[in-house]
């Protein structure tokens, strides 16, 4: 059995987003990922690591095999930690092109993750989503918006400084940072 066979999502999660596509332009929306969208999901962590795997001289065989451990590792570890989050595919004219991970905690919102198809990157899809994240916390009366952000995606932290996020701790690897429920621009 393949690493992706043997992974599943939680049966019980909470949906906290307004409903699909309430809120975000025409074509554009998500529903809930299904164990059947893990080859996907598989194909999309592959998609955002391919630069940083590009150098690397291994054999075709090898880098996949990398990939499809780490991303076996890193869905495990999303659905042992947070069971109840909102897992979504996320959609552009019927076709996948990412994912969204929320946890809503008692007080703010954790962007488990958000990873975009390289095809599907700067064309604001990124941005509406967040925004909506941020909208629908300051519905829920929520303190903040927190995410992580690798250090060497400087794409994703200046989406995520224009959003209105700010660094608050540096692991090294990654940068913690939180947008403060406020109002938005």
Do not use: C, K
């Amino acid at each position: 059995m393949n690493a992706v066979g043997a992974l599943n999502f939680p049966s019980r999660r909470v949906a906290w987003l307004p409903a699909a596509g309430a809120g975000l332009p025409p074509g554009l929306g998500w529903r809930d990922a299904r164990d059947d969208d893990l080859p996907f999901l598989r194909r999309l962590y592959a998609d955002v690591r391919a630069a940083e795997l590009a150098a690397v001289p291994w054999p075709e065989a090898a880098r996949q095999a990398f990939l499809d451990s780490q991303f076996a590792l890193q869905h495990r570890h999303y659905t042992t930690y947070y069971p109840s989050a909102d897992y979504l595919l996320v959609e552009a004219a019927g076709q996948a092109v990412g994912r969204l991970y929320l946890h809503r905690g008692e007080h703010e919102v954790d962007v488990v993750d958000i990873a975009l198809l390289a095809a599907a990157r700067g064309h604001g899809i990124g941005t509406v989503l967040l925004r909506l994240v941020q909208r629908t916390a300051l519905r829920d009366g929520l303190g903040s918006v927190m995410l992580h952000v690798e250090q060497r995606n400087g794409a994703a932290r200046r989406l995520y400084e224009r959003l209105g996020f700010v660094v608050e701790a540096d692991s090294g690897s990654h940068l913690r940072m939180r947008w403060i429920a406020a109002t938005l621009s």
